[in-house]
């Protein structure tokens, strides 16, 4: 039985930091609200220059690095994103270019928050089966492309940057169980209009944002959360205290202390970014995982719960060995 593992990881960050202050002189909104409301102090604007497929580059290359990798070794491309450079070629296709990959399946998925943890469960199941022997999986975001500035109810929560992480075959589990689902019907809770087949309804070309019902959107992801995180112990039969690290999708402080609350764990295993980037959609949870490997919290044996909720609406969920 061939099971996956992960075998570097790495992310990147924009250089250009928007602080709560700054946004003060934006919109009607104050730096105590947005931190204490979100847990948000900071988040990260891409420049001018820079498309998603750049920032996702950079931290393909860190991951690929830590897991001792070159570009001919990967055979397998799939990137969680939900603001493309382009509509085609697909983001995977721009990175794969960029780093001089050649002929393996490279694509991008749109899962909104939840793109990351779906991505990580194709790439483990292709590693699985056989079909794949080394797989780049990335997170990146650009949502500062597609947040209202004018908007304090979304502008003050969204960021960009990129995770990633480099899979590669094991003899022992490294990615235990992934669980995913998804609900249409609560589409309408976090959406953008702008696409490129559907006719527009009324209103939506003036408003091309991100437009999010915020509270009923809390609701749904504590309770969805504490529902996978139930899902993903029993499957695995495993107590709540054998998990080691909640890495989860970088929202809210709120939702997060939920579901650590939850597995009846305390924050000083929980690894929170937040503060520092906002929330990255598709690549929250990938940089959270680097940030705790690379200052030593997170060690090989560790036990990971990754989690992720977001526009679709859509969840998931990881239980890694790292
Ligand atoms: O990543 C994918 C999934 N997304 C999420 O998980 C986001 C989930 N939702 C949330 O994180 C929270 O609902 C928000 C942070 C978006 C909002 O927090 P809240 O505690 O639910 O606030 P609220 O929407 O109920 O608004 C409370 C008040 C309102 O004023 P009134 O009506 O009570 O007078 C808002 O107008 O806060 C006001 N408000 C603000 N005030 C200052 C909303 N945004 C701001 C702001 N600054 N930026």
Redesign the pocket.
């Known amino acids: 039985m061939t099971y996956s593992r992960i075998a570097g990881t790495g992310r990147y960050l924009p250089e250009r930091v928007l602080t709560n202050r700054e946004l003060e002189t934006m919109?009607?909104?104050?730096e105590e609200?947005?931190r204490t409301?979100?847990g948000i102090e900071r988040r990260h604007v891409a420049a001018d220059t820079q498309g998603t497929s750049d920032l996702a580059e950079q931290a393909a290359r860190q991951a690929m690095e830590a897991a001792g990798v070159t570009a001919a070794d990967i055979d397998f491309l799939v990137v969680g994103t939900t603001t493309p450079d382009l509509v085609f070629p697909n983001v995977g296709c721009l990175v794969q270019r960029r780093l001089g990959i050649h002929g393996c399946p490279a694509f991008s998925l749109e899962a909104?928050?939840s793109g990351f943890i779906y991505a990580l469960s194709m790439a483990d199941r292709f590693i699985a089966s056989g079909s794949a022997r080394c797989a780049l999986v990335i997170g990146a975001e650009t949502l500062s492309r597609i947040v209202d500035w004018n908007d304090?109810?979304t502008c003050?929560?969204f960021g960009d940057g990129a995770g990633a992480v480099v899979l590669k075959p094991a003899d022992e589990p490294g990615i235990l169980s992934c669980h995913l689902g998804a609900d249409g019907h609560y589409g309408d809770l976090?959406y953008h209009p702008y696409g490129t087949s559907r006719p527009q309804r009324p209103g939506d070309l003036e408003r091309p944002y991100v437009q999010?019902k915020?509270?009923e959107?809390?609701k749904v992801?504590v309770k969805t959360l504490e529902g996978i995180v139930d899902e993903t112990l029993a499957a695995n039969h495993l107590e709540r205290s054998a998990i080691n690290w909640l890495i989860p999708?970088q929202?809210?402080i709120?939702?997060i202390q939920a579901t650590a609350k939850r597995l009846d764990m305390p924050m000083e295993r929980v690894v929170l970014t937040l503060q520092d980037h906002g929330?990255t959609?598709a690549a929250s949870v990938p940089m959270a995982l680097d940030v705790a490997v690379r200052d030593g919290r997170v060690k090989r044996g560790d036990l990971l719960l990754l989690e992720a909720?977001?526009?679709g609406l859509t969840w998931g969920s990881a239980l890694v060995r790292f």
């Open positions: 919109v009607d909104t104050t609200w947005i409301r979100t909104a928050c304090r109810a003050v929560l976090l999010m915020g509270n959107v809390f992801a999708h929202a809210n709120r939702i929330n959609s909720f977001g526009g």
